[in-house]
T-cell receptor, first 113, second 113 residues
Framework: NAGVTQTPKFQVLKTGQSMTLQCAQD?????MSWYRQDPGMGLRLIHY???????DQGEVPNGYNVSRSTTEDFPLRLLSAAPSQTSVYFC????????????FGQGTRLTVV | GENVEQHPSTLSVQEGDSAVIKCTYS??????FPWYKQELGKRPQLIID?????GEKKDQRIAVTLNKTAKHFSLHITETQPEDSAVYFC????????????FGTGTRLQVFP
């Protein structure tokens, strides 16, 4: 049981490039979410999904796209990377039965130059 | 939408002393308030949570209190130890039917031997 797995762990992008951060969970969790962590800003919710085929915007969705075609996977796409998107990105999942523990992936450190 | 404020941003205590971290939230519909601990370079992990029908909850050296009228909740750590050094995040769940969480900005706790 691997829990929540994110790939890659580190990535450097040039401004304007696009890429996909991968997130997979093997706990059959319905709810999945993406956060970005910046110094002094805490964890800010980018997008979330309550189940396959359903996604919604969080606090800071601009510049990011998501889709949820399966229960297990929830990729985050950066359409045209900007230096302001330099951050540590965390994917999290939970059972989705309301007020259940969130399990986080190990994070992806992204630098946009 | 929900907004969670957390104070202080940094906290230094002597080993054996107590530490208190405070959070306020804006959405009176929020009904679930977890606390996460993030050690350096690692993922956030749940340490304790409280629901809106409970005023206080304890787990060994940590406790959380909730004042729904004032819309604030606090984390109390007694008999602090060096291994308590980490960043602590409070969060609030503004939804009755999803696991959506909005986090505070974090408190860096340093416990000096």
């Amino acid at each position: 049981n691997a829990g929540v797995t994110q790939t890659p762990k580190f990535q450097v992008l040039k401004t304007g490039q696009s890429m996909t951060l991968q997130c997979a969970q093997d706990m059959n969790h319905e709810y999945m979410s993406w956060y970005r962590q910046d110094p002094g800003m805490g964890l800010r919710l980018i997008h979330y999904s309550v189940g396959a085929g359903i996604t919604d915007q969080g606090e800071v969705p601009n510049g990011y796209n998501v889709s949820r075609s399966t229960t297990e996977d929830f990729p985050l796409r950066l359409l045209s990377a900007a230096p302001s998107q330099t951050s540590v990105y965390f994917c999290a999942s939970s059972r989705g039965e309301v007020n259940t523990e969130a399990f986080f992936g190990q994070g992806t450190r992204l630098t946009v130059v | 939408g929900e907004n969670v404020e957390q104070h202080p941003s940094t906290l230094s205590v002597q080993e054996g002393d107590s530490a208190v971290i405070k959070c306020t939230y804006s959405d009176s519909a929020s009904n679930y308030f977890p606390w996460y601990k993030q050690e350096l370079g690692k993922r956030p992990q749940l340490i304790i949570d409280i629901r809106s029908n409970v005023g206080e909850k304890k787990d060994q050296r940590i406790a959380v209190t909730l004042n729904k009228t004032a819309k604030h909740f606090s984390l109390h750590i007694t008999e602090t130890q060096p291994e308590d050094s980490a960043v602590y995040f409070c969060a609030a769940s503004p939804s009755y039917n999803t696991d959506k969480l909005i986090f505070g900005t974090g408190t860096r706790l340093q416990v000096f031997p």
